[in-house]
């Protein structure tokens, strides 16, 4: 089926937007559930944070690239732009991202000792912006096993 010939029955038919976002949330609800089994403790906030365990960047990119590549072939420019963007964002949120987060982790222990008690600089930043290589792993896995569940054709 061609690209024309999907999006013509609407938003919701054209698989190379729906299973990306359907694995990019259950890797988000995943953080809400690994936190609740390991700290014991529910934190709704977590649906919407860019870090953690696993990595919906990475589910969501190679959730794409696999069904682009299913749908249009695994030799087509779609699924090669996909691949790169996908090695990006992974490459990303492990590198420069979980840089950042450990540089906000030291800013706010500096601010602590600096203007202890001061509510002018109560605001931290946040330190759990990117990912290890474990959870760019995982949730890269996630989202080939999305992409074929929901792309494989049957």
Do not use: C
């Amino acid at each position: 089926m061609s690209y024309y010939s999907q999006a013509a029955n609407g938003f919701l038919a054209y698989k190379a937007i729906w299973v990306p976002l359907i694995a990019w949330f259950v890797a988000q609800a995943g953080k809400v559930i690994i936190n609740l089994i390991r700290k014991k403790h529910l934190d709704l906030s977590l649906i919407y944070s860019p870090g953690g365990m696993p990595s919906a960047h990475s589910a969501l990119m190679t959730a794409l690239a696999t069904t682009l590549g299913l749908m249009y072939g695994f030799d087509s420019p779609l699924f090669a732009i996909s691949l790169a963007v996908a090695f990006i964002v992974m490459y990303d949120a492990a590198g420069v991202r979980r840089t950042v987060g450990h540089q906000s982790t030291v800013l706010n222990q500096m601010l602590d000792e600096l203007f202890k008690g001061n509510k002018e600089f109560s605001q931290r930043l946040g330190e759990i912006i990117g990912h290890t290589k474990w959870e760019v792993f995982v949730g890269a896995l996630l989202g080939i096993a999305f992409g074929l569940i929901f792309s494989w054709p049957w």
